[in-house]
């Protein structure tokens, strides 16, 4: 049985060809939009629909299309620690795998002795240390870091470097200051030519302080150069959330403070709708006769 035989009505789109409603070419032209951004631009993007209008689906396909278009040295990355239950922190879940990537790209760079020593004494490159300080400094999150790097999906095993960072040295770089360390991971990003396009969904499914921590990752904690963040939620219920976790009088007007661009996700039209429908009774008429079929052979026999 096909892909698009066994989709559910209510199942998310992940791959082109379960797509019944247009949503891959809304994709495609909108991650054509967010390429034109260029990647040394900063921008925060929203994709609002209400529940059930297809939001997962777009973001799955614009990650598809996203990672056909991206210009060398971008990264992909979807980010969504409330759905797996891990109980990892939002800063946590986008930082540490930022700090791999940063680190497998300082270690390309390095001199093949340089590269043994690092593994030798199984350490970090300098800025995906500083990386992880900053996400020691900045998650809110008292576990050890080893213990919450190894729940992230895609990091590689970084428990050795991770336990070196004893306590000692933690309260020296705490001489750092967040900011300083922010500004030292900026300045990296932009000298390595790096670029990242994160991708957040079901935001109207946060709890209130969620979406204060997904606020303040965008607004201070992640805000680099080179970062386009993409948005997906329900504008009422994500505002309703933040008026309530921030205090805020009016949490939509909030909202517009932090998306710079907003994408109001189109209905699916009438002919796409009488058309899966219609596939969807001819499916299960097929199953009717089907069963009919077994039930009179079983009399027969």
Known sequence: MSDIE????????????????GFRYVAAQLAQSIQAIGREGSAVIGIEGVWGSGKTSLLNLLHTELDKQKEDNTFVLNISPWLDGSGTSLVE????PLAGIIAAEEERLLSPEDRESLEKKKILTRTARTLMEYTRATARHLAPLAQTAAMIPGVPDASGALDALSESQWLKEKEKTTTQMRTEIAEKIVGMDLSFIILLDDLDRLEPAQAVEVVRLVKSVADFPRFRYILCYDKSVLALAIKKGLGVEDGELYLQKIVQISFSLPRPESFDLRREFFFRELSDYTKLLT?????KNLLMT
């Open 93 to 96: 879940s986008l930082l540490i």
């Open 291 to 295: 069963a009919n079929f077994r039930t």
């Open 6 to 21: 066994v989709m559910r009505l209510d199942q998310s789109v992940t791959r082109p060809e379960q797509d019944r409603y």
